[in-house]
């Protein structure tokens, strides 16, 4: 049984239909990649697991839990961790600073007002940093980063909030190609801890990630299998891969 | 490199520069015996209080707030309201003046718990921050923001000034409550241009301002900073922004309210001119001036705003206006962060400055044992 399970979403916006009866089911501890070609609605799809949208029908769970009707901070507390597009970032406080907001072990405001770090912290702010490779960074204000730095510590506060599932959306746009090799042997490390839904357009990035490719098109499922397995589709090819290759 | 750290942002420095600031307050009733003068600085600490309760929540809670005049209005006729009734008795004279020129027979019932000191000014501090609790709720939980929450709370002080205004048999309208004798606290009156009256402000203003400082470094302040910024990021993080919101919105409302009551204390008068829309966006100017994102500067902002005003707007009559104006300007355009953010820069580039001239040392001689 999978982690996570989407069962026929529709989304319509106005009379437009954007989600069109998509399915899904992501096994723990799996990275499964998002594809599909602009518009086919995976952005969408992320919207609507982690509640920033609502859909028209259909309904998703986490381990069992009808969580479809829940707000974007119930869902994120319940262990479904985002990185966006465009990454944010809380620019004017310090790198330090945007971990410890993203440790949000304890999310009531009025414990928070009597204490600043809470338990675990420290712990998790080493192994944090250690793998996102900010050590040196802690005190810099984060709008004064790197865009290749602003990512990393983007996923490193998603990392902080010690989410059960990490959806990412596009996490090597505009990162060199040291940074993206970077984040290949740091996704497949994370994979063993993690289950990871990666939305992204690079095939040659996916090829060295994934374990399962899922293809969506026109707001519905296509095909999903291993990235050879979805390579040789024909349906594929012609939605997805443009002409046939030879 | 190493780039020393801003003096400024050393929390040390900055608890040393809050102990000079309330050691200066706390020893102005020494060298002033006036007791106009003392009353006039003491409303000033008023003054420091809105400043403070502004940079609260829109400093660090990013919430444009054009209406704090609800809290500080709403507790100042609460305050007045208890100090009438201490001036009426339950047997031979139990409605005020006013209300009987307005042809009232009953004390209304809203009047009723006032008889009581404590309960009067519990209810002076309750209800205004039971209002920002509700009123926060509704509009952050639609999430209205920025401008558009500026407009609301500015309807909404509109709204109560007019309200307050109508109900002229209850509240006597346009002229307001005076109530004819001083505070009585525990027995003793409460002389406003008399020592205690000062030190009862410089009490609260203390009181207030270390209890915000507290605040603002706990984790719940770091999450309001976070999102001023950002929100939705804050959201998907597991926060209840909403909530958070209305928490530092409501807290910044109880420390107006307390300004309110204290203001009557010490003025013995309130009017619906206490909910007019310019005092309360007088208040945001004052935290602007002064450094909306440092407690300390708000408040210095608002002592030198009404400084200003009580000292040269007397000399400059309309000219002061224009005056004010300008300088606003100035700021808005070259200090975004206020006067206190000016402070922020020079002590960054002091602490840049040893740095350049420690790298033409020469390096091969050993500076030790020398």
Not at chain 2, 239 to 245: C, D, I
């Amino acid at each position: 049984m999978g982690v996570l399970e989407i069962r026929d979403l529709h989304k319509s916006f106005g009379g437009t239909k954007v989600i069109n009866g998509f399915s899904l089911e992501v096994t723990e501890l799996t990275l499964c990649c998002l594809v599909g070609p602009n518009g086919a609605g995976k952005t969408t799809t992320m919207d609507l697991i982690t509640g920033r949208q609502k859909p028209t029908s259909g309904t998703i769970t986490l381990r069992g839990d009808d969580i479809t009707a829940l707000s974007e901070h119930e869902i994120a507390q319940r262990g479904i961790g985002r990185k966006f597009q465009v990454p944010a970032v809380f620019r004017e406080l310090s790198v330090r600073q945007n971990f410890e907001v993203a440790y949000s072990r304890e999310v009531n405001p009025f414990r928070n007002m009597l204490r600043r770090r809470p338990p675990g912290f420290s712990e998790k702010l080493d192994e944090v940093v250690s793998l996102t490779g900010l050590k040196d960074r802690l005190d810099v204000e984060a709008g004064f980063l790197s865009h290749g730095e602003t990512q990393w510590l983007e996923i490193g506060m998603v990392l902080m909030q010690n989410p059960a599932i990490l959806l990412l959306d596009e996490p090597v746009a505009g990162m060199t190609e040291a940074e993206i090799e970077k984040t290949i042997v740091f996704l497949n490390r994370l994979k063993r801890t993690n289950t990871l839904i990666v939305v992204e357009h690079d095939m040659g990035f996916v090829r060295q990630i994934a374990d399962v490719v899922t293809v969506m098109h026109m707001g519905a499922f296509l095909a999903q299998g291993k990235l050879s397995e979805i390579e040789a589709d024909p349906r594929v090819r012609e939605v997805y891969l443009g002409e046939p290759e030879v | 490199m190493t780039t020393k750290q801003n003096l400024y942002h050393s929390k040390p420095a900055q608890w040393a520069v809050y102990g000079l600031f309330f050691a200066c307050i706390a020893l102005i009733p020494t060298f002033v015996t006036d007791g106009f003068l003392l009353n006039q600085f003491a409303v000033y600490g008023i003054y420091g209080m809105l400043a403070l309760s502004i940079s609260l929540c829109w400093g660090f809670g990013g919430i444009l707030n054009l209406g704090q005049g609800i809290a500080f209005g709403l507790a100042a006729y609460g305050m007045a309201m208890t100090m009438q009734m201490q001036s009426q008795d339950p047997d031979s004279n139990p409605i005020p003046p006013f209300m009987l020129n307005n042809s009232l027979e009953h004390l209304p019932w809203f009047w009723q718990p006032f008889w009581s000191t404590g309960g009067g000014i519990l209810l002076a501090l309750v209800v205004p921050t039971l209002f920002y609790v509700v009123f926060g709720t509704l509009m952050f939980r639609a999430r209205v923001s920025g401008p558009f929450f500026a407009i609301m709370s500015l309807a909404m002080l509109s709204a109560f000034a007019t309200l307050i205004l109508d109900m002229q048999p209850y509240t006597n309208g346009a002229n307001g409550l005076s109530p004819p004798a001083p505070l009585s606290l525990f027995g003793t009156d409460i002389d406003p241009y008399g020592k205690a009256a000062y030190w009862i402000v410089c009490g609260g203003l203390v009181a207030v301002t270390v209890g915000a400082k507290l605040l603002t470094q706990s984790k719940f302040g770091l999450v309001v900073q976070a999102l001023r910024g950002d929100p939705e990021r804050v959201r998907f993080l597991g926060y209840n922004v909403a909530l958070y919101e209305t928490c530092i919105y409501a807290i910044s409302g109880f420390i107006a309210a307390v300004a309110g009551c204290l203001w009557v204390m010490l003025i013995q008068y309130v009017s619906p001119a206490q909910l007019d829309t310019t005092f309360s966006i007088g208040m945001v100017i004052w935290a602007g001036i002064g450094g909306r994102l440092s407690l300390l500067g708000a408040i210095l902002g608002a002592f030198l705003i009404q400084g200003g005003q009580s000292y040269l707007g007397d000399q400059f009559l309309a000219t002061w206006l224009l005056m004010l104006g300008a300088f606003f300007i100035v700021v808005v355009r070259f200090l975004p962060k206020g006067l206190a953010g000016l402070l922020e820069k020079i002590l960054g580039h002091a602490a840049r400055q040893p740095a350049k001239h420690a790298r033409p040392e020469p390096a091969g001689l050993p500076a030790a044992g020398e």
